[in-house]
């Protein structure tokens, strides 16, 4: 298949690149590289892949030294003319939409970007995917979404109507905006609701990160909620292996939908909404704990009370997810957190005292 996948120099985008190019697909990577984080990490996953990161120029795309199927464009999805000419010159059978402006807690203090990035770019995502009769869509939705809803594990056919935060509406708006597409224009459109993605090349701004380097550099580690907080960590692998599964599988309408009794997670248009995660939570104490072994440091440990727009747990029914693609998570909590950590200490070097990115690139 002929893949465009956004969002190829973040975290999630650029390991289903790679998985994608792996088994033989033509992959065309797209990412608008923003200062969200430090772009040379994004620089440095892009180079992975075999992009010259010096011949990265907005609007017009890298081909890979490594993969013969592989080329990068910057782009904004909000740049809509520039995105409808990336449709044209391609032929594309399916779009994996990962590109967003991520994080709850920047949604506090940066909410016009959620509305650009995660509304108004993925509108002209679903634009283009009309116009240019692509197959199947999928695309990044959030547990976020469940917001104050306490029924644990969450289910997809639960309450999703109480976000926290923006990003969580952001999130749930395009749930609706697909659902909207799928009806109106049959596109086939499949949501996936991560819970909490970790592993290497991971976001800066996510729990594993940010304690394995406040406990490696000697600096607090920060315990929301007073430490009773719990996430359904799942790793990279196991995600993607999940999304690839996804794309393969357009969602389908449910023929047996009653209007009078609605799936929120199906339709009898062709869309379908899934959770994403390992299916068992972990307590952020307990997490803490393996990475001081894993590390084979002790944590400072600072506890401090629940912040805006953060939910104290989250627990994903992975059960419908199985049953349509046969998503299985291997990967345990303390078998990732290994994994993680010794990429970390190899990127930034064994020490790993400080971030300098010696390994990134140096023009970026």
Not at 250 to 259: I, K, L
Request: hydrophobic share 40%.
């Amino acid at each position: 298949m002929k893949i465009l996948v956004t969002g190829t120099a973040g975290f999630i985008g650029f390991h289903v690149a790679q998985r994608l190019l792996e088994r033989g697909d033509t992959v065309v990577g797209i990412d608008n590289l923003n200062d969200y984080y430090d772009v040379r990490l994004k620089y440095a996953r892009l180079a992975q892949t075999g992009i010259d990161v010096k011949n990265v120029v907005y609007g017009q795309p890298v081909q890979s030294t490594l993969y013969a199927k592989y080329s990068f464009l910057k782009l904004d999805l909000i740049d809509k003319d520039k995105l409808v000419e990336c449709f044209a010159a391609n032929q594309f059978d399916a779009v994996c939409n990962l590109a967003a402006q991520a994080g709850v807690r920047y949604s506090l203090t940066n909410p016009d970007v959620y509305i650009d990035s995660n509304v108004k770019g993925f509108l002209n995502i679903l634009e283009c995917c009309r116009h240019f009769k692509i197959n199947h869509l999928a695309y990044a939705s959030s547990s976020s979404v469940y917001g104050l809803n306490k029924n644990m594990p969450f289910r997809e056919s639960g309450a999703a109507d109480h976000p926290v935060s923006l990003y969580a509406a952001s999130k749930k708006a395009n749930e609706m905006m697909a659902h909207t597409y799928s009806h109106l224009f049959g596109l086939r459109t499949t949501g996936l609701r991560f819970f909490t993605v970790y592993g290497p090349w991971g976001r800066p701004d996510m729990a594993l990160f940010i304690f394995t380097k406040a406990i490696i550099e000697g600096t607090p580690v920060e315990l929301f909620n007073n430490g009773n907080m719990r996430r359904d960590f799942t790793y990279i692998d196991d995600i993607v292996e999940g999304i690839v599964h996804v794309i393969d599988n357009p969602a389908a309408s449910n023929q047996a939908w009653n209007p009078q009794k609605p799936d929120p997670c199906t339709s009898s248009a062709p869309f379908r909404l899934f959770n994403i995660g390992r299916g068992a939570p972990v307590n952020l104490v307990e997490f803490v704990d393996e990475i001081e072994h894993k590390l084979n440091i002790k944590a400072i440990r600072k506890y401090k009370p629940m912040q805006d727009g953060d939910v104290s747990e989250t627990w994903a029914d992975v059960s419908a997810l199985d049953e349509s693609v046969d998503y299985s998570p291997r990967v345990s909590v303390p078998m990732g957190i290994s994994y993680f950590i010794s990429w970390y200490k190899s990127f930034y070097g064994p020490m790993a005292n400080n971030l300098t990115f010696e390994k990134a690139v140096t023009n970026a």
